[in-house]
């Protein structure tokens, strides 16, 4: 169902579609390395990869692909960066800017689940 859905969508033209996004989860058992993930990436054809956190071992695989990143910003800091700007520039400082250079973030996300929502569903 899932493979006729693709062949029928608009961005798939005689063979070839648009590039696969792929969120990029770390919560499991007996995982792949990240660099083993990053390269299963590439081989799938993967243009775009979205991470729950700023894992740093992660964006270290990530560096140099040319994967577009989207980075989650945890629930923890997100009701501190309005209050206190400079929470936000060190967590800015701390997890984005070591790999500023070699890895393609796209853009943030601010929060991840609501744990609010659970409880109305």
């Known amino acids: 169902m899932i493979l006729l859905l693709l062949l029928l969508s608009p961005g798939f033209k005689g063979g070839s579609f648009m590039r696969l996004g ?25 243009g775009a990869v979205k991470i729950y956190d700023a894992n740093s071992a992660i964006l270290r695989a990530l560096a140099g692909t040319g994967l577009r990143v989207s980075i989650m910003v945890p629930n ?10 400079s929470l936000a520039d060190a967590w800015v400082a701390n997890n984005l800017a070591p790999f500023y250079l070699a890895v393609r ?17």
Do not use: H, K
């Not at 660099?35 to 590439?42: D, P």
């Not at 923890?76 to 700007?85: D, H, Q, S």
């Open 105 to 121: 973030v796209r853009c943030l996300f601010v929060g991840t689940v609501d744990p609010f929502l659970r409880l109305s569903c």
């Open 76 to 85: 923890e800091i997100v009701p501190f960066p309005g209050a206190n700007a």
């Open 22 to 46: 792929v969120n990029y989860g770390t919560l499991g058992d007996d995982l792949p390395s990240a660099a083993r993930s990053v390269a299963l990436l590439q081989s799938l054809g993967a």
